[in-house]
């Protein structure tokens, strides 16, 4: 099922070769692909549209593999990048240096990005602390954190002037624009997570049980919470820079993989990241040919296509159920 979402996701990926603001055929994309000559196809082709569709699929990709983490850390099948406060503690501080610091090098911004996803979610833990971080408590605090981030961005957003609507596409969350160095500059906090978690698919597994038990069989849970908190908010910090604030993927696609039965804790962290890129990929993909020439925020089709998505799994109460990864 894995390896058929990545063939999935490819096919995707030649489809938004062919797809934009101008039309290419099929044949037209190929003869671009194969042999670049600097020409108008061929800048469509390397320069708008091959790595724009490679950039939402790791992002895609990432966004699962942190959702997955977050969800075996607290054992909350609500939790997520955005319910447990990691999204909105990236985003807030990124904002708040491009209109208060505009002086602060882009390339700082994963890192302030994840001492502030770092930063909420350990906000979020110590807000249900009390309560032995009960899923509905986790999921309460997630939000609070959420909410007063969010008013925070949005005064800031009030500050920015000129560069509001900008600031404001991208709040939407999308892959407009995106080149290759926006991918290379993405990539590596993706892979690090997702590289991380599969190294620890033993932990992981072992994690979704009950911290006495976990404990029992040799994890060592004062290391590894924190480690498998960092690298569910290292992918997030890497993503939100270059594509903003996206809902419902990380939320959304462990159930779906859990659902699809991977065997074992690491084909499933795999076959989520598969699913994740390959959703993204699609909706990037319908952003920018549902209304051409014009585009939609692939954060508002994530979230149209997610939200019945979630809903399903929500209406199957043995989804919630199963946590395990």
């Not at 603001?21 to 000559?37: E, F, H, K, N, V």
């Not at 240096?97 to 001492?115: D, E, F, H, K, Q």
Request: net charge positive.
């Amino acid at each position: 099922m894995t390896f058929a979402l990545i063939l999935g996701s490819l096919m995707a990926v030649a489809g938004g070769l062919l797809v934009g603001a101008t039309t290419l055929s099929p044949t037209a994309a190929m003869r671009a692909l194969l042999s670049p000559d600097g020409g108008i196809e061929s800048v469509f082709v390397w320069t708008l549209r091959l790595p724009r569709s490679l950039a939402a699929f790791v992002g895609g990709a990432g966004l699962s593999v942190s959702g997955c983490l977050l969800q075996t850390l607290t054992r909350n099948p609500l939790a997520g990048p955005h319910l447990t406060g990691v999204t909105a503690g990236a985003v807030a501080p990124i904002v708040a240096c491009i209109v208060l610091l505009p002086g602060v090098s882009p390339l700082a911004y994963p890192w302030i990005g994840c001492a502030g996803g770092l930063a909420a979610a350990l906000v979020t833990f110590w807000i249900a602390r009390g309560s032995g971080a009960r899923p509905l408590q986790l999921a309460l605090g997630g939000v609070s954190v959420s909410m007063f981030l969010a008013a925070v961005t949005t005064y800031l957003l009030l500050l920015s002037g000129p560069r509001m609507a900008s600031l404001l596409f991208w709040l939407s969350g999308g892959f407009q624009g995106r080149t290759w160095i926006h991918l290379i500059y993405m990539a590596p906090w993706v892979l690090i997570g997702l590289a991380g978690a599969l190294a620890a698919r033993r932990i992981v597994g072992l994690m979704s049980l009950d911290d006495a038990t976990a404990a029992g069989m040799g994890v060592q849970l004062a290391l590894w919470k924190p480690a498998l908190l960092l690298l569910a908010v290292l992918p997030v910090a890497g993503i939100a820079p270059i594509g903003g604030p996206i809902a419902f993927v990380g939320l959304a696609t462990p159930h779906i993989a859990r659902l699809l039965r991977a065997d074992g804790p690491g084909w499933t962290i795999a076959l989520a990241a598969a699913l994740g890129g390959f959703l993204l990929v699609v909706a990037d993909l319908l952003a920018r040919s549902i209304a051409a020439p014009r585009e939609i925020p692939v954060g508002i089709l994530t979230a149209l296509i997610g939200g019945p998505i979630f809903v399903a799994l929500i209406l199957r109460p043995q989804t919630l159920k199963g946590r395990r990864v």
